[in-house]
């Protein structure tokens, strides 16, 4: 046997696995008892990696070769990956040739590695000049990024899971930890155990598991968190519970944001929240007067209309008492994805560039096109998730290409992506699994590796970069991630127009000085090490620096960025000299105003419909859902409301009922539940269509709660407000 060190492929906690193996097989996994963020534990979706893993290889389950449909609806045939390659390049190519470079889009996804992401971003922004490129992580933690880069001038989490230990007041908003990050629930409970004085208290519409632990609950009415903050904050100012000499020496624009927050009054706040004025107090008091205070929050916040706004609001708190850059204090935002984060380091999104550059700076995109040796990246900031797949809609974008992540299921108003999918010239879908709904989309089925079959890096929620290694062989004729970019990559440069040489770094030429007569590529890597050196240089004097790091380090032990070169370990925490990344040095109070959902009930719609995970499933539950052991927990879909409710509509638990939006319909058993308000409902967001059938409101076969959703979004992160749609409910 064999054993593999790695790294977990779900969430954000980023545990680090031990993956067993014989004669090409993975027999079984356990936590690494080395990893600092899991130290052995896993929780379920982690422990039976293996048995997702065993699950037979065949073309049902898995893409096995490329496949090509030769024209649409038709069966897809398999073809040989030299002419699928040809033709993607050749159809990429007549897209830009004819109507220019944004006429191509890339959507990618937090779950692939770092060097996979590099590698799609270069591609897009320095090969083909576009920056159409974004990913599933837009509707995971852009307003994360968002609101750190607004309050404290750059995307970093300040602390560390180490802070869970040292809090004494502990802040969940908007995540159901003991769910979606149960490794770090695990270490909660063990934090508070070892000390029982610790306070926690929990945000949220729903009573979760998590809120259930929580020492005061504060069931706010969905999308109410801005104003509960500026009460807070209000009670704070009123009381003296601020920090006035770290607000003077340490940030700017305090003044402008009290005046926002002198309206938030304890009663204005009770009544929109809809909580007692009370419990309103007694948070702000253990928010501000605790020793340390670790604020931890998730998609709660940043699925949301106001999705900066929530997340700015919350940094506001910690700044205005002091609760940052100490032990146990800070912000802190947990990402979804297992490499949300590395996505953002290499620029990821349609608004970033390489090692946290902004797109929006000239000296930022100077500096990405000489690294890369290409004359320029563009300007022109590129489509967002939902923006991208509109474009696709509008018959703006006519070729899309789709890796790793299942649009035609997890983007917010199914029937826009699903018009997108259908009215696009050409769609490339890169994907290990051949069971996702938006496969059924493609012209050309790109078979790619998976867990346990892939190498790289992944960074999770506490800026921890560990190693991803492979166990076994690639399946059949699948390849990796960052190959299939790669040998894209050279086809494309052969068939686009070749760049002038790069003023700014003498490289770029269109010559390949040791191969005369050949054009130099832009992807001349070999190896995803080969990928993850070119990153590296790229994060040099950068805020993220990670010049002393290895991939012979990493495999000795994850490290937390930053990591300069010279440097002994990374860094826990952030901000501890009360010096941020700004013009002057000083953190930035945002003042941001309250603002209600996009979608607000009504008489027609009566009920907040919010989503959110199951605990043994994992998005879209390609991977999870092939294992029967994870459907004990939860074994099907169903829509939660109020016992109250259920009984004012005369409906019985089972009842099959209609939950029908302005976008569409979905029918489904209901279930009572305690745990919401009345005038609430919720949906787990994990169910596709062979679980959760829906219809657009145009009839169009749809599937999933994404049939409800709306894609109303942030205006500053653009993520959608995936957590809220106005909905009735009747009987089926
Ligand atoms: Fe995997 Fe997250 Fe579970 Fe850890 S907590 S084992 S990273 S799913």
């Known amino acids: 046997m064999t054993e593999t060190r790695s790294t977990c492929p779900y969430c954000g906690v980023g545990c680090g696995v031990i993956i067993q193996s014989e004669a090409g097989q993975i027999t079984g996994v356990r936590g690494d008892p080395q990893h600092p963020a899991n130290f052995g534990r896993l929780c379920t979706k982690g422990s039976t990696l293996h048995l997702t893993a065993a699950a037979p290889v065949t073309r049902q389950t898995r893409l096995l070769q490329p496949m090509l449909r030769e024209r649409r609806n038709g069966a897809p045939l398999p073809v040989e990956w030299g002419r699928a390659l040809d033709l993607a390049a050749a159809r990429f190519a007549q897209a830009v040739t004819d109507h220019g470079p944004d006429a191509v889009g890339f959507y990618i996804s937090g779950q692939l590695l770092t060097e996979d992401y590099y590698v799609f971003n270069k591609l897009a922004k320095g090969l083909i000049g576009t920056n159409n490129v974004d990913t599933n992580s837009r509707l995971c933690m852009s307003s994360a990024v968002a609101?750190?880069?607004?309050?404290?001038?750059?995307?970093?989490?300040?602390?560390?899971?180490?802070?869970?230990?040292?809090?004494?007041?502990?802040?969940?908003?908007?995540?159901?930890?003991?769910?979606?990050?149960?490794?770090?629930?695990?270490?909660?409970?063990?934090?508070?155990?070892?000390?029982?004085?610790?306070?926690?208290?929990?945000?949220?519409?729903?009573?979760?598991?998590?809120?259930?632990?929580?020492?005061?609950?504060?069931?706010?009415?969905?999308?109410?968190?801005?104003?509960?903050?500026?009460?807070?904050?209000?009670?704070?100012?009123w009381e003296g519970w601020t920090q006035p000499e770290y607000i003077a020496q340490h940030t700017s624009g305090f003044d402008a944001l009290k005046t926002v927050v002198r309206e938030c009054t304890p009663e204005q706040v009770a009544q929109t929240c809809g909580i007692p004025k009370e419990d309103l107090f007694t948070a702000a008091q253990w928010f501000a007067t605790s020793n340390s205070t670790l604020s931890l929050y998730c998609q709660g916040l940043n699925q949301s209309s106001s999705g900066t706004a929530k997340n700015a609001a919350l940094v506001n708190l910690h700044l205005a008492t002091a609760q940052i850059g100490r032990p146990g204090a800070g912000p802190f935002s947990l990402t979804g994805q297992p490499n949300a984060m590395g996505g953002r380091e290499v620029g990821g999104l349609a608004n970033l560039?390489?090692?946290?550059?902004?797109?929006?700076?000239?000296?930022?995109?100077?500096?990405?096109?000489?690294?890369?040796?290409?004359?320029?990246?563009?300007?022109?900031?590129?489509?967002?998730?939902?923006?991208?797949?509109?474009?696709?809609?509008?018959?703006?974008?006519?070729?899309?290409?789709?890796?790793?992540?299942?649009?035609?299921?997890?983007?917010?108003?199914?029937?826009?992506?699903?018009?997108?999918?259908?009215?696009?010239?050409?769609?490339?879908?890169?994907?290990a699994f051949a069971t996702t709904t938006t496969c059924e989309f493609a012209d050309l089925l790109l078979p790619a590796t998976t867990w346990g079959e892939k190498d790289g890096t992944v960074t999770n929620s506490e800026r921890r970069i560990s190693r991803v290694r492979p166990a076994v062989g690639k399946p059949g004729g699948a390849r990796h991630d960052w190959e299939i970019v790669v040998e894209f990559g050279r086809r494309l440069e052969a068939r686009l127009p070749s760049p002038p040489p790069s003023p700014a770094s003498g490289r770029g030429s269109p010559e390949d000085p040791e191969t005369p007569g050949q054009r130099r590529t832009l992807f001349p890597y070999a190896t995803p090490e080969s990928i993850w050196l070119e990153h590296r240089e790229s994060t040099r004097g950068r805020d993220l620096d990670i010049t002393g790091l290895s991939y012979g380090l990493l495999e000795r032990s994850p490290q937390q960025w930053p990591f300069a070169e010279g440097a002994a370990q990374g860094r826990a925490r952030l901000y501890e000299d009360g010096v941020f990344p700004t013009a002057d040095g000083k953190?930035?109070?945002?003042?941001?105003?309250?603002?209600?959902?996009?979608?607000?009930?009504?008489?027609?719609?009566?009920?907040?419909?919010?989503?959110?995970?199951?605990?043994?499933?994992?998005?879209?539950?390609?991977?999870?859902?092939?294992l029967g052991r994870l459907f004990g927990h939860v074994p099907e879909p169903v829509v939660e409301m109020h016992p109250q409710d259920i009984a004012r509509r005369l409906l019985r638990e089972g009842d099959l009922v209609h939950v029908t939006s302005k976008r569409g319909s979905i029918v489904l058993p209901v279930q009572a539940s305690a745990a919401l308000g009345v005038n609430q409902a919720f949906i787990a967001m994990h169910w596709g269509p062979e679980f959760l059938a829906g219809v657009s409101s145009t009839g169009e076969r749809l599937a999933g709660v994404n049939a409800l959703t709306t894609s109303a979004y942030c205006p500053t992160s653009k993520q959608p407000e995936l957590k809220h749609a106005a909905v009735k409910i009747l009987k089926a």
Request: hydrophobic letters at 45%; proline letters at 7%; one cysteine or more.
């Open 353 to 431: 560039l390489s090692a946290h550059r902004d797109l929006a700076n000239p000296q930022h995109r100077a500096e990405v096109a000489a690294l890369w040796g290409v004359p320029s990246v563009p300007d022109k900031p590129g489509k967002t998730a939902v923006e991208m797949f509109q474009a696709a809609a509008d018959g703006e974008i006519k070729a899309l290409w789709i890796a790793c992540t299942n649009p035609a299921q997890s983007m917010p108003d199914q029937a826009t992506v699903r018009r997108a999918l259908q009215r696009a010239e050409f769609v490339v879908v890169q994907e």
């Open 147 to 237: 609101g750190y880069k607004m309050t404290l001038g750059a995307d970093a989490p300040p602390a560390c899971y180490e802070d869970v230990d040292h809090a004494d007041c502990l802040f969940i908003a908007g995540s159901n930890t003991a769910f979606a990050h149960p490794v770090l629930f695990r270490r909660i409970e063990e934090a508070r155990a070892a000390k029982p004085q610790m306070k926690v208290i929990v945000c949220d519409p729903r009573r979760t598991d998590t809120a259930e632990f929580a020492d005061l609950f504060l069931p706010i009415q969905p999308g109410t968190d801005v104003m509960l903050f500026h009460g807070l904050l209000h009670i704070m100012l």
């Open 587 to 626: 953190a930035r109070f945002a003042a941001v105003q309250y603002r209600p959902l996009a979608e607000a009930r009504e008489s027609r719609y009566p009920f907040s419909l919010t989503t959110g995970r199951l605990r043994d499933q994992w998005h879209g539950m390609s991977r999870t859902g092939t």
